[in-house]
């Protein structure tokens, strides 16, 4: 088994999410292959991790990297805000959000992720279930389309773009990445053809969250992470684009500034990657740390 993601800003999330002496537990909310569950078994031996994720196939992966740990590792099949809102109060002495999707997702899932490889559109965490970006592209009005991609992309041409994806379904279904990457390519000016962003990059993270309501999840997941920490826990959450990390900071920020706040803030400022990181894993770019504890 290859492990293919890379755990971004580890060293500060470890520094950052101190874990207490003796028996603790902590929640990895985002799981991916394990590398940050990976990291805190082996620092602190009694712990032991809940590990949360969608998708199964990389749950597998995790589940087999972590073997070793036994029963110190708790794999749990489960959108994270839906995990939480049934876990007891008080119960946790740190949780961890990695937002978003994996490398492993755009480089071993085939399912269309990635706007460079020809794969079905399907971009589902939760496999099988629920609606797939090719039914999104094949099926949402054109007003709809346009919608999604400017709201989750903050694409700018997101109307052309839509006019475009309903013309071409007119003569036939939408079925791969590849194919709606050239549709994409074609309907926007040529000096954004060649960009510093690849032109489909927006249009497909904008389907991937609208998918799996991944912005919808955030602020009820924060809510009740909250209530499953335990007083003197913390919380990291890692971003990767604003409009994510828009609803963490103003979650916390509202959450802290109430009269009975239930956390303070520890970062007033973001914490970013190092340059080292950046060159060594550039997709760590854009990541955002953010951390409370629980007061
Ligand atoms: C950025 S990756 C995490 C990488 C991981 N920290 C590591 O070091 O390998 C995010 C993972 O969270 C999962 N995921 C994203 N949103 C989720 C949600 N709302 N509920 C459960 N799992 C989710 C994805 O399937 C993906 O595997």
New binding site residues.
């Given amino acids: 088994m290859e ?1 293919v ?4 800003m ?1 060293r500060e999330v470890l520094e950052n999410l101190p874990i207490p002496q003796g028996s603790s537990t902590m929640i ?11 990291l805190f078994l082996s620092t602190y031996p009694s712990l032991t991790v809940i590990g ?4 199964r196939e ?2 597998k992966k ?1 589940t087999e990297r972590l073997s070793g740990f036994g029963g110190r590792f708790r794999p749990v099949n ?6 939480l809102s049934q876990a007891p109060s008080d119960s946790a002495d740190a949780i ?1 959000f ?5 490398m ?2 755009y480089v071993e899932s085939e399912r269309g992720f990635s706007f460079r490889s020809d794969e079905p559109l399907d971009m589902r ?1 939760d496999q099988g279930h629920g609606m797939s970006a090719g039914d999104v592209v094949n099926g949402y009005s054109e007003e709809a389309l346009a919608d999604v991609i400017y709201r989750y992309g903050e694409e700018r041409y997101s109307r052309r773009i839509a006019r475009a994806i309903v013309e071409e379904r007119r003569t036939a279904t939408i079925e791969s990445s590849s194919q709606l990457a050239e549709i994409i390519r074609g309907a926007v000016p040529k000096e954004y053809r060649y960009g510093r962003l690849h032109p489909a990059t927006r249009t497909f993270q904008a389907l991937r969250i609208e998918v ?3 912005l919808d ?2 602020t009820p ?1 924060l809510e009740e992470a909250i209530r499953v920490l335990k007083k003197g826990g913390r919380i990291a959450v ?1 971003t ?1 684009h604003s409009l994510e990390d828009r609803k963490v900071k103003w979650f916390f920020k509202d959450e802290a500034a109430r009269e009975d706040a239930r956390i303070r803030i520890l970062t007033k400022k973001p914490i970013v990657p190092s340059s080292e990181e950046e060159e060594e894993n550039p997709p760590s770019r854009s990541a955002k740390l953010r951390v409370v504890e629980r007061i």
Avoid: M
């Fill in positions: 492990i993601h890379y755990p971004v580890h990895d909310c985002t799981t991916g292959e394990g590398g940050h569950t990976s949360i994720d969608r998708d990389i749950q995790a489960a959108w994270f805000d839906e995990y961890l990695d937002l978003g999707i994996s492993f997702h965490l799996n309501k991944e999840r955030i997941a890692i990767f």
